[in-house]
């Protein structure tokens, strides 16, 4: 088997998307078990729809949190620039008298009080302004919501099939690693594509048995000994990754101590831990999901 990250998605050939990728991780040597077909075409069914819906959500509280910001920066601005003409007026009417102040100070104080009534204010006016503009909204498109709201008990129904089929047990972990994606080209070869350094961090259910590592993505199950893992290392440098899924905050503990950071549309963390196996393939796991990774290695390999 040629080096590679196990982990991986293969991009559909998609006209309106072409950067969609598949939900189904490569099958290699160490997969143990699939997911039935049917399942997998029901839960894949719902997972899509869930996804669109979700999409249509996002896309509709970015609009309206643009609108918000800009309401609020007009809420905030016309006072001041108000109250700046009349400053205006004021330094004309005396032209020629003695100031207690310099004139191009007094001036400028609008300008100081709009910067600090933008910061003060700009972030309690549009949370204000945001959820004002979501229920007029809301109530014209009340479709999106519903239907996300719709899917979600019958995709957790189709998700605790889908554990049920592969033998997932209850005690499992849950690890998110970073797979990327790769698509083909015209004569048959792979490129891995990664958008801007992003990967897909992906949580999979991980639970050892012996001296045997067992992991799943809930559509197949992979099987990893113990005997062929050659090294586990930590490597420092920023990762980029794309969404935050654990229930914790990313101020806490384990993940406060690799320095999670939000970015808009994005996050970081500040290493990744790579498990490398003897024949030249490896795993990739963000830095935070260190302390999860040392319970369930144990004393096997420090790291």
């Known amino acids: 088997m040629d080096s590679q990250n196990l982990f991986s998605y293969t991009v559909r050939p998609d006209r309106e998307d072409k950067n969609r990728s598949t939900d189904v991780f490569d099958l290699n040597a160490y997969t143990v078990r699939t997911l039935s077909p049917d399942l997998k075409a029901e839960k894949d069914g719902l997972y899509d729809g869930w996804l669109d819906a979700k999409a249509k959500r996002e896309d509709r509280e970015e609009r309206v949190g643009c609108m918000a910001e800009g309401l609020s920066y007009a809420a905030v601005s016309i006072p001041l620039i108000v109250g700046k003409l009349l400053y205006e007026v004021i330094l004309d009417s005396l032209q020629g008298k003695d100031l ?180 030249g393939s490896y795993l990739l796991i963000p830095g935070y999901e260190a302390e999860t990774l040392r319970h369930i290695l144990g004393d096997s390999f420090p790291f």
């Open 100 to 279: 207690p102040f310099n004139g191009k100070i007094l001036s400028a104080l609008p300008l100081v009080c709009l910067l600090l009534l933008y910061a003060l204010c700009n972030s309690k006016l549009t949370a204000a302004i945001n959820r004002f503009a979501h229920r007029l909204y809301v109530k014209k498109h009340p479709e999106t919501d519903m239907d996300e709201k719709a899917l979600d008990p019958r995709l957790s129904e189709a998700v605790a099939a889908a554990r049920s089929d592969l033998e997932i047990p209850d005690h499992a972990w849950e690890l998110d690693i970073l797979p990327y994606r790769h698509g083909v080209t015209s004569v048959g070869e792979a490129y891995e594509i990664r958008l801007r350094g992003t990967y897909d961090n992906i949580p999979v259910s991980v639970w050892r048995e012996g001296q045997v590592l067992y992991l799943s993505d809930e559509d197949m199950v992979m099987r990893l000994p113990l005997s062929e893992i050659t090294e586990v290392k930590r490597i420092k440098g920023r990762v980029k990754f794309k969404s935050w899924y654990k229930s914790a905050a990313i101020d806490q503990e384990p993940y406060k101590a690799d320095r999670v950071d939000e970015w808009p549309f994005s996050y970081t963390c500040k290493s990744r831990v790579e498990i490398t196996l003897r024949d």
